[in-house]
């Protein structure tokens, strides 16, 4: 269960500048209900919850179903995992993990002319139009021939961006992510559900997050923006 909700919920890779900009309202936090739902090797799981995320870059997840965990993360990428059964919680420490590395960074800060790639090492290299979408490609900008992510291509549809891919050394496809059922929150276009299909040797991972309920600002609940894990859990290694 771990190894399956980690990456699809944190990592999901997951910027409104230069041609893109317009003034936008400010989005202090935001909530929304998450339901997501993976499929591996002839197996799948369902996860439920809420999420809870401010634009200083702290972010709760609250999972209730199957199982009640609560991972707290911020833009540091220090990320904490806790289970209230057990009162234990596990820590993690990667960029990996960084909550400028969401969804709701990329859209809600105005920034999704690249989704974040500048600030990893990557440079745009190539732009063009094909079937009357916007299609950018990018390479990292210090070549590293032991880099999983060689280069990187987002499609956009007008200004709103709807796939993209990550391609290893030999120009394989090894990840795919899907953005669609678009919807205003305030001056906001965001991506209600994505689609992201990841491939390892002959098999393939599929994961499905579908958001609702979004609450803005004074209508969000303040009970787990401010949540803390409690001092006494024990940590896990």
């Not at 990456?7 to 339901?35: D, N, W």
């Not at 139009?129 to 950018?136: A, K, P, Q, S, Y």
């Not at 979004?214 to 896990?236: G, H, M, Q, V, W």
């Amino acid at each position: 269960m771990k190894r399956l909700f980690l990456p699809g919920i944190l990592l999901s890779a997951v910027l409104l500048t230069g041609s893109f900009s317009r003034h936008l309202l400010t989005v202090e936090r935001i909530s929304a209900a998450i339901i997501t739902r993976q499929a591996t090797q002839g197996k799948s799981v369902t996860l439920k919850g809420d999420i809870f995320y401010q634009r200083n870059g702290n972010m709760i997840t609250h999972f209730t179903y199957p199982m009640e965990y609560i991972v707290v993360a911020n833009r540091l990428g220090e990320t904490k995992v806790y289970d209230p059964v057990k009162n234990t919680v596990m820590q993690y420490q990667n960029f990996l993990f960084s909550t400028q590395s969401s969804q709701f960074y990329y859209f809600l800060s105005g920034r999704i002319s690249d989704m974040g790639l500048t600030n990893i090492g990557y440079v745009q290299d190539k732009t063009y139009n094909e079937n009357g979408m916007l299609v950018t490609e990018w390479k990292l900008k210090t070549p590293n021939k032991k880099a999983l992510i060689q280069r990187i291509k987002i499609v956009y549809d007008g200004q709103r961006p709807v796939y993209m891919h990550y391609q290893d050394s030999a120009g394989k496809v090894f990840r795919k992510v899907y953005y669609y059922n678009y919807q205003m929150l305030e001056a906001y276009s965001f991506p209600a559900t994505t689609t992201e299909i990841t491939y390892d040797k002959k098999d393939s991972t599929v994961s499905k997050t579908n958001y609702t309920d979004f609450k803005l600002n004074e209508r969000t609940d303040e009970t787990y923006f401010n949540y803390s894990i409690p001092a006494n859990a024990k940590i896990e290694q």
